[in-house]
Nanobody, 115 residues
Framework: QVELVESGGGSVQPGGSLRLSCAAS????????MSWYRRAPGKAREFVAR???????NYADSVKGRFTISRDNAKNMVYLQMNSLNAEDTAVYYC?????????WGQGTQVTVSS
């Protein structure tokens, strides 16, 4: 079955960086677009970034220029490099794949940006 396991979250000061990782299994990873979403306290889950099976990327306006999504098809991994973090980036970050019309989510990893 599809499994997504996020890691790499933590606490960081404003202006700092973190790299999130998502290990995927249970499907042909290289064939699917992969995404990162986040849910801030008291807010709905929102799109952060997507990388297609062909390595094309797109980002939410709020993270454009600061975050970079990448993937390693040999390792079935997707990454989110986050730079210049600010308090508004505090959230639980989720890895996502839509497979056969059904969305799959990991358990999430907490990112806290605070001084």
């Amino acid at each position: 079955q599809v499994e997504l396991v996020e890691s790499g979250g933590g606490s960081v000061q404003p202006g700092g960086s973190l790299r999130l990782s998502c290990a995927a299994s249970g499907f042909i990873f290289s064939s699917y677009h992969m995404s990162w979403y986040r849910r801030a306290p008291g807010k709905a889950r929102e799109f952060v970034a997507r990388i297609t099976s062909g390595q094309l990327t797109n980002y939410a306006d709020s993270v454009k220029g600061r975050f970079t999504i990448s993937r390693d098809n040999a390792k079935n991994m997707v990454y989110l490099q986050m730079n210049s973090l600010n308090a508004e980036d505090t959230a639980v970050y989720y890895c996502n794949v839509d497979r056969l019309g059904f969305p799959y989510w990991g358990q999430g990893t907490q990112v806290t940006v605070s001084s």
